[in-house]
C-alpha cells in the first residue's frame, strides 16, 4: 500500500493553507507531521482523508486516484485532538461500531474490542457511556475505535494532547508497536519535536503550509537541510547567531573572534548564520576551545530537574536549556558556553552550508 500526493495544494478564502506538497507514504510506516498550529497539518490530514478536495494536484491509492472519491469509500481511520464518541452508546458499542458497520461477526467483533480495551486501558469502563468517562479516558475510547478499523491509513491529529502525562508516555510507546502489527499508514500530526523523536519512523517539517523536509525521523533532526527545519525540530526552538569568516578567524558578536573552529575551517569567506540547540548552551566551558558569550539573563523557567535560561546577546534572543535548578536573577549578567562541535552553519538565505560535527557522529 502507497498513499501519494502529487502536487497538492489547497487554499480558504484565498488563504494558502497547503502549497503545492509532493510526498509518498509507504505501508507499515509511521509518519510524523511536525509544525507548529496553523502550519498546515490538519489540513493535509483531512486531504489525505478525502474530507476536503485539493486545489491542485492529486492522491493516489496503491496506484489508484482518489482524488474525488467520497471518505466514506476509504478505508481510513482518523482520530482528532478533540475527542468524538457516540454519547449514547457504551465503551464497548462505541469501539464496535466499525467492525459492526463492516458486518464481522459477534465473535471478530467481542475479541477486537476487548484486545483493544485492555491495550488502552479501558476494560473496567465497557459498560458505561463516554461521558461518564473522564477526559483521557474519552479519548482513548476514539484511538481504540479507530484501532479496530482496520484501516489502511490512521490519522491521528495530535491525538495525546488532552491526556495526563503518565498514560500520553505510556501510548507514545504503544504507538509504533500497533502501527508494526496493523501494517497500515499511521500519519501522527504534533507540534513537539521530543514526541516526533519518540515515535520514529519518517517526519516531515511543516511551517506555514510548506514541507520544509521528509526523511527518516533521526535524519531530519541531525541534519536539516534549512534553518526553518532546525527552527520547527527543536523545542525550544534553534538559536542563532550572525558569523563572518575572513581568513583563519571566526568573528561573532561585538569585537569578539577564535581561531577558526572545524566546522568552519572549509567555508568561503564570508557572513553566515550559526545554529545550535538551547540544549548545548552551558554555564561552564567544558572544553578549551568552547565559545563564551557574555549576555543578560531576561528569564528563568525552572521545571524542577531543569531550568530553561532566556538571554539576550546583542539583541539575539536566545534560550538555553541547562541541567537542574539554577539560583538565577533576571537582569544579571550571564557568560554562557558553546561547544563549536554543537554549531550547524547556514547560509543567509537559510539553507544548510555545515552539518553540526557532533551530529555527523551521531
Known amino acids: 500500500m502507497t498513499l501519494v500526493l502529487e502536487n497538492v495544494s489547497k487554499s480558504v478564502g484565498g488563504v494558502t493553507q497547503v502549497h503545492p506538497t509532493n510526498l509518498e507514504l509507504q505501508n507499515g510506516t509511521m509518519n510524523v507531521l511536525l509544525g507548529p498550529t496553523l502550519s498546515g497539518k490538519t489540513t493535509m490530514m483531512r486531504l489525505m482523508a478525502g474530507l476536503d478536495a485539493p486545489q491542485t494536484g492529486r492522491l493516489l491509492w496503491n496506484g489508484e486516484d482518489v482524488t474525488g472519491q467520497r471518505v466514506q469509500d476509504r478505508k481510513v481511520a482518523m482520530v482528532y485532538q478533540q475527542f468524538i464518541n457516540y454519547p449514547s452508546m457504551t465503551v464497548y458499542d462505541n469501539i464496535a461500531s466499525p467492525m459492526k458497520l463492516m458486518g464481522q461477526t459477534k465473535a471478530e467483533i467481542d475479541r477486537a474490542v476487548r484486545e483493544t480495551a485492555d491495550l488502552m486501558q479501558?476494560?473496567?469502563?465497557?459498560?458505561?457511556?463516554?461521558?461518564?468517562?473522564?477526559?483521557?479516558?474519552?479519548?482513548?475510547c476514539a484511538l481504540a475505535r479507530a484501532l479496530v478499523k482496520n484501516a489502511g491509513l490512521v490519522l491521528l491529529d495530535e491525538p495525546l494532547a488532552n491526556l495526563d502525562y503518565k498514560l500520553r508516555e505510556e501510548l507514545r510507546a504503544e504507538i509504533p508497536k500497533i502501527f508494526e502489527r496493523s501494517g497500515a499508514i499511521f500519519v501522527y500530526a504534533t507540534t513537539e519535536p521530543e514526541e516526533a523523536l519518540l515515535l520514529g519512523g519518517n517526519t516531515a517539517t511543516l511551517w506555514e503550509g510548506r514541507v520544509t523536509q521528509f526523511g527518516p525521523t533521526p535524519t531530519v533532526y541531525r541534519k536539516p537541510e534549512s534553518a526553518t527545519t532546525a527552527r520547527v525540530f527543536s523545542d525550544p526552538p534553534?538559536?542563532?547567531?550572525?558569523?563572518?569568516?575572513?581568513?583563519?578567524?571566526?568573528?561573532?558578536?561585538p569585537d569578539q573572534s577564535?581561531?577558526?573552529?572545524?566546522i568552519a575551517r572549509d567555508l568561503p569567506d564570508g557572513s553566515y548564520s550559526a545554529g545550535f540547540r538551547p540544549n548545548h548552551l552551558e554555564l561552564s566551558a567544558l572544553r578549551p576551545d568552547a565559545m563564551a558569550f557574555d549576555t543578560r539573563l531576561t528569564v528563568t523557567e525552572i521545571t524542577g530537574s531543569e531550568t530553561f535560561i532566556h538571554l539576550d546577546f546583542h539583541g539575539e534572543r536566545w534560550v538555553g536549556l541547562v541541567h537542574g535548578v539554577q539560583s538565577l536573577d533576571p537582569g544579571q549578567k550571564l557568560t554562557v558556553f558553546l561547544d563549536p562541535a554543537h554549531i550547524y552553519v547556514f547560509a543567509?538565505?537559510?539553507s544548510l552550508v555545515s552539518v553540526a560535527p557532533y551530529a555527523e557522529a551521531a
Open 122 to 140: 479501558l476494560t473496567p469502563f465497557l459498560d458505561r457511556k463516554p461521558l461518564e468517562l473522564s477526559g483521557g479516558q474519552q479519548q482513548r
Open 238 to 253: 534553534m538559536n542563532f547567531l550572525k558569523i563572518t569568516k575572513t581568513g583563519g578567524r571566526l568573528t561573532f558578536g
Open 258 to 262: 577564535i581561531s577558526l573552529p572545524h
Open 348 to 350: 543567509l538565505d537559510g
